[in-house]
């Protein structure tokens, strides 16, 4: 699939896009699948960790140092649930790879609610495990 979705693109499509794009290293491109006003939500964001992003730019701000923390190597795991909402689906998976700083494994389980509308995200609510990422070294939002 191009890095430019069509308006047509299925949210479940899209998603397995945005997987690749993590999956090369390509944050530009992932970030580039999101509408401008798009928001992503945290809800069980640790301390110190952003719990809301609104807007593109604030998106592509907090994934900017991701590839120098977290060396993302496979999605082993994932199902697509289609909801009542056609634009929506909730994605079951697990990341796999290493954190870059200390050559530790990095296993995360997400559950994740996407709303995608005229081909791009718009909502992205990330149900991630923040004890999974106790060590310093997986904090890809810090600076320097």
Do not use: C
Request: zero cysteines; aromatic letters at 12%.
């Amino acid at each position: 699939m191009p890095t430019n979705t069509s308006k047509d693109t299925a949210p479940a499509d899209l998603y397995r896009h945005g997987l690749r794009l993590l999956l090369d290293k390509d944050i530009p491109a992932w970030v580039d699948l999101w509408d401008d006003d798009g928001v992503f939500e945290f809800p069980f964001a640790p301390a110190g960790w952003p719990k809301r992003l609104e807007g593109k730019a604030a998106v592509a701000d907090y994934m900017r140092g991701y590839p120098d923390r977290i060396d993302l190597h496979d999605f082993p795991s994932m199902e697509i649930h289609r909801t009542t909402a056609a634009e929506t689906i909730v994605v079951e998976m697990r990341g796999v790879g290493r954190l870059v700083e200390t050559g530790g494994p990095f296993d995360m389980t997400y559950i994740a609610v996407v709303t995608v509308k005229n081909g791009l995200i718009t909502h992205y609510r990330d149900y991630w495990n923040p004890l999974a990422l106790q060590d310093p070294a997986s904090d890809f939002t810090r600076k320097g």
